[in-house]
Structures are given as C-alpha cells and as structure tokens.
C-alpha cells in the first residue's frame, strides 16, 4: 500500500498558462499536465482526511467548499478547478441501488430511468418546469473570479452541453428511440430548447476571464455503437456542440469534450465540423489512448485514458508501469493530459489514482522527446 510520505515527493505549482498551451498542441510541455472531468466527492473527502488538507479551512465560512476545492486540486497539482452556473433543476426520473464501493456513498447509486422520463408528449413537454439559464447563479464564478490563485483557471463545465444526454434521460432512452420515428417533431423542439439553455449558459460563463477553457460533457455512445444513429446525432446533438465550439472559438478559449462510448463514426465531424479541441473518454475495449493519440494526435488533443476498470483490478505498480507507457507514447509534441479514462469513481482504490498522479508528477523519461 502507498504511503503518504512516499507520495508528491515531486512538487508541482499550478501553470494554467501551461495546460492551455499543451491542449493547444503549441510543444511538447516541461511538465505533465493532469486533468479530470470530476472526483466523486467520497475520493475527495477520503483525501482531505487522509492527508489532513483542510485544517486551516473554517467550515463556517461562506465560500468554504469553493476554499477546500482549492486546496484539494492545488494538491493534486491540477491547474485549474471547474466551475459552472448553479441554482437550476432539471427534475428527471432517475433509479436507486445500494452502493457497494469501498468509499460508500450516502443514499446509493443514482440511475437514470432508461424506459420512460418525464417528457413523452407534447404536453408534457409544454408544462416541463424549463430552468431560467438567466437566472442561475454564478455565486462561485463571481468568487473564483477574485479569489483563485493567479497560477490557476477557471474551467467552465458542468450543467451545459448534455445535448444527447438530455435527449436521452427528458424522454427515456426507449421511448427516444420510438420517438426518432414516430414523434421527430418533439426531438427537434426538445434539441432546439436545449441549445437556446445552453448558450445563454456559455455566454454568462464567458463573461469571466479567469475562465480559459470550455469543458462540454455528453455521452453519446456505448461499447460498440454511438446510442442513435450518426445521422440523428448530426440531426439532433452536434449542432448544439457546434455552437458551443463557436462561442467558445470566438471567445479565444479552446473547447474540450468528454464523450463516453464508440463514436468512431462521428469523430470527423466532432473535430474538423465541431472543431473540437481536445477529446475526453477513453475505455480500453473501445479505443486506448495511445492508439487515440497516434490516430487523432495531430488534429487534437487527447486527456486522460488511463482505463478506470483497469484502474480497479492493477496492482499499484501496474498502474505505474502503465502511466510511463502512457506519457512515453502520447507527450511527444504536446496534446495529452495525464488522467483516468473517464473520472475518478468511488469504486477505484484511492491508492491506485494516487498512484497515477504521482507517477505523473515523478515522470522525467519523456523529457528526452524535448
């Protein structure tokens, strides 16, 4: 088992200015830059009390959670923190089991309800209580704003870009599907809300310049296949993640895209129609990230891809192994951010993702690639 004082033993100091050139592709980076779509908030109590982060943190105080996301990522050695607008619901119907992960969540494990959501009819879809964008609250943009160490960024991400996700869990995956034949018209409208939400989003998260990168997330596939077919993702999803690039582009920031799933019939559009930046979702039995990056490298940049069901069965030294295989192949040039091939879950041993960071941070053979 790693031990604390085995670990970090590298010091890191943020440089967003550094990860925005190596998403960039502008060269080969001095360092590796991390990155993560999310850590479950159990990985991240279980650190702070593990390593005894937040003992100079006052709970009492107002902006103490955007305070220990701070500390926690500074950490870490991430550049960055996400952040997005807050305040807004979007009711869905959703299924609890009971979570058996080692790091336990309180109330289970949610799933979306695959069969029925909550807008099948027209009807439905006129008395959905649609979120005022406007009226959401950027509290903790407006705090990081001011407040974040100068060395890091703000990431926009979170609650905007779910173009095909929320296609999928407003209707229900299968009555979707049914609806892709019978009931177009309410697909349209429902993709046409979503974009109309999501852009007023962008534009307010735009209008902070600590903000330097775009992060949309939007499952689109599964193991062998995108979830609808290519023709109705171009229908349907990628026009919204078209104006998101866009906005994004026209702002000056890159746009990045976590997408789960086979979407190897729709990754020229994703990156010479959408323009892309960076691709984010790596699962070995779809595509590794190094086979990514010799495919797509030059065209874009590729995050994370160290396997998360890899992740739970190796051993810590596999997991390292893997990482120097990893940085080896894919740093060269620029373009590839060090992380887990989708997020860190609950269910992976805390010691095999700190592990994977610190091997990062220890990295130096690549440097011969300089």
């Given at each position: 088992?790693?031990?604390?004082?085995?670990?970090?033993?590298?010091?890191?100091?943020?440089?967003?200015?550094?990860?925005?050139?190596?998403?960039?592709?502008?060269?080969?980076?001095?360092?590796?830059?991390?990155?993560?779509?999310?850590?479950?908030?159990?990985?991240?109590?279980?650190?702070?009390?593990?390593?005894g982060l937040?003992?100079?943190?006052?709970?009492?105080?107002?902006?103490?959670?955007?305070r220990?996301?701070?500390?926690?990522?500074?950490?870490?050695?991430?550049?960055?923190?996400?952040?997005?607008?807050?305040?807004?619901?979007?009711?869905l119907?959703?299924?609890?089991?009971e979570d058996?992960?080692d790091?336990?969540?309180?109330?289970?494990?949610?799933?979306?309800?695959?069969?029925?959501?909550?807008?099948?009819?027209?009807?439905?879809?006129?008395?959905y209580?649609?979120?005022?964008?406007?009226?959401?609250?950027?509290?903790?943009?407006?705090?990081?704003?001011?407040?974040?160490?100068?060395?890091?960024?703000?990431?926009?991400?979170?609650?905007f870009?779910?173009f095909?996700?929320?296609?999928?869990?407003?209707?229900?995956?299968?009555?979707?599907?049914?609806?892709?034949?019978?009931q177009?018209?309410?697909?349209?409208?429902?993709?046409?809300?979503?974009?109309?939400?999501?852009?007023?989003?962008?534009?307010?998260?735009?209008?902070?310049?600590?903000?330097?990168?775009?992060?949309?997330?939007?499952?689109?596939?599964?193991?062998?296949?995108t979830?609808?077919s290519?023709?109705?993702?171009?229908?349907?999803?990628?026009?919204?993640?078209?104006?998101?690039?866009?906005?994004?582009?026209?702002?000056?920031?890159?746009?990045?895209?976590?997408?789960?799933?086979?979407?190897?019939?729709?990754?020229?559009?994703?990156?010479?129609?959408?323009?892309?930046?960076?691709?984010?979702?790596?699962?070995?039995t779809?595509?590794?990230v190094?086979?990514?990056?010799?495919?797509?490298?030059?065209?874009i940049?590729l995050?994370?891809?160290?396997?998360?069901?890899?992740?739970?069965?190796?051993?810590?030294?596999?997991?390292?192994?893997?990482?120097?295989?990893?940085?080896?192949?894919?740093?060269?040039?620029?373009?590839?951010?060090?992380?887990s091939?989708?997020?860190?879950?609950?269910?992976?041993?805390?010691?095999?993702?700190?592990?994977?960071?610190?091997?990062?941070?220890?990295?130096?053979?690549?440097?011969?690639?300089?």
């Amino acid at each position: 088992m790693t031990t604390e004082h085995q670990l970090f033993a590298t010091d890191v100091s943020p440089d967003w200015e550094g990860l925005v050139c190596c998403i960039r592709r502008l060269g080969t980076p001095s360092r590796v830059h991390h990155i993560e779509l999310f850590l479950d908030a159990e990985v991240q109590t279980a650190i702070c009390e593990r390593f005894g982060l937040l003992s100079d943190l006052d709970p009492g105080d107002p902006y103490y959670d955007q305070r220990r996301q701070i500390v926690i990522q500074r950490f870490l050695g991430y550049d960055y923190v996400r952040c997005g607008l807050e305040g807004f619901e979007m009711p869905l119907s959703r299924l609890s089991i009971e979570d058996t992960a080692d790091l336990q969540r309180d109330g289970g494990r949610n799933f979306m309800e695959e069969h029925t959501g909550p807008i099948t009819t027209w009807a439905e879809f006129e008395s959905y209580p649609w979120p005022d964008m406007a009226a959401a609250s950027s509290r903790s943009l407006e705090w990081y704003q001011t407040n974040l160490p100068d060395d890091m960024c703000i990431i926009a991400s979170g609650g905007f870009a779910h173009f095909a996700e929320y296609l999928t869990w407003l209707m229900g995956y299968e009555t979707l599907c049914y609806a892709l034949y019978d009931q177009r018209d309410l697909v349209t409208a429902i993709s046409q809300r979503l974009a109309a939400m999501f852009e007023i989003s962008l534009k307010r998260m735009l209008a902070f310049d600590r903000v330097k990168i775009v992060w949309g997330s939007d499952d689109m596939g599964f193991r062998s296949a995108t979830l609808i077919s290519p023709a109705d993702l171009r229908e349907f999803v990628l026009p919204g993640h078209r104006l998101m690039a866009q906005m994004s582009h026209a702002s000056g920031r890159p746009y990045l895209l976590h997408a789960c799933g086979n979407l190897r019939a729709i990754m020229d559009d994703l990156i010479d129609d959408i323009g892309i930046d960076a691709f984010h979702s790596f699962e070995d039995t779809i595509i590794t990230v190094t086979d990514a990056k010799a495919q797509y490298g030059d065209r874009i940049a590729l995050l994370g891809g160290i396997d998360v069901d890899f992740m739970c069965r190796a051993t810590e030294d596999q997991v390292r192994k893997r990482v120097r295989e990893t940085l080896e192949r894919c740093m060269p040039g620029g373009g590839y951010c060090l992380g887990s091939g989708n997020s860190v879950a609950n269910y992976i041993p805390l010691d095999n993702y700190l592990a994977m960071v610190d091997e990062g941070r220890n990295a130096t053979s690549w440097r011969t690639y300089l």
